[in-house]
Structures are given as structure tokens and as C-alpha cells.
């Protein structure tokens, strides 16, 4: 059984940093699509960024500069390193997975959509005050 496990989100004040972690077990994968998604209240969930196993990361424009996404494979733990943080930025932050057994896997082009990833976390909650 996956699990997505966040942590790492909290209260920070506008211009602040956060690290958010996903901690992924219960698959032993080779090749892999991970991303982050943030939904604020009211609005629709959003891509942030994502990476894959090759290495290669994309992100939303607006963020990119202040974000940067990274995945430690001995831990098979996700990482987003939030700076600069804006207002604009407080919402739930959700962890996104999809894993191969087999090397070859990569993100879309249409990393950004939901539809992309079969697994989720729970959401850890970011909040920037001005």
C-alpha cells in the first residue's frame, strides 16, 4: 500500500521560507513522477512543480525563482524549499506520485493536472501572512 506522508508546512511571515517533505513507502519503484499541488479555499488545485526520475523539474510560473523542487532517493523523500513567500502563496500543499517498477518514466507535459499522478497525501497547510 502507497503512502504519501507531508510535513513540514506551517505560519510564516511574507518574505519567509519553508521546506515541505513528502515521505513516500510501500513501493519499491524505479522510475518515478512526483509532484507538488496546492489548493487554496475555493479555488482549484494547482500544480506547483514536478520532477521526475531523469531529473528534470518543472514548475508553474509563479513560482518559479522562490521554489525549487528535489528528491532525495535514499530517503525516497520529495522536497519543495519555499522562499520569498507571498500571501498568494497560503494554501493546502499536496504531495503527487506516480511510480513504475520499471525505468522509464517520466513526467508529462501535462505535469500540472491532477489527472497525471494515482497517488496523493494528505495535505500539509501553508499559511503566509503580510
Known amino acids: 500500500q502507497v503512502q504519501l506522508v507531508e510535513s513540514g508546512g506551517g505560519s510564516v511571515q511574507s518574505g519567509g521560507s519553508l521546506r515541505l517533505s513528502c515521505a513516500a513507502s510501500?513501493?519499491?519503484?524505479?522510475?518515478?513522477?512526483m509532484g507538488w499541488f496546492r489548493q487554496a479555499p475555493g479555488k482549484e488545485r494547482e500544480g506547483v512543480a514536478a520532477?521526475?526520475?531523469?531529473?528534470?523539474?518543472s514548475y508553474v510560473d509563479s513560482v518559479k525563482g522562490r521554489f525549487t523542487i528535489s528528491h532525495d532517493n535514499a530517503k525516497n523523500t520529495l522536497y519543495l524549499q519555499m522562499n520569498s513567500l507571498k500571501p498568494e502563496d497560503t494554501a493546502m500543499y499536496y504531495c503527487?506520485?506516480?511510480?513504475?517498477?520499471?525505468?522509464?518514466?517520466?513526467?508529462?507535459?501535462?505535469?500540472?493536472?491532477?489527472?497525471?499522478?494515482?497517488?496523493w497525501g494528505q495535505g500539509t497547510q501553508v499559511t503566509v501572512s503580510s
Open positions: 503527487a506520485a506516480d511510480f513504475s517498477p520499471q525505468s522509464g518514466l517520466f513526467c508529462a507535459p501535462s505535469w500540472y493536472h491532477p489527472r497525471e499522478y494515482n497517488y
Open positions: 520532477i521526475d526520475s531523469d531529473g528534470s523539474s
Open positions: 510501500g513501493y519499491t519503484y524505479s522510475s518515478y513522477c
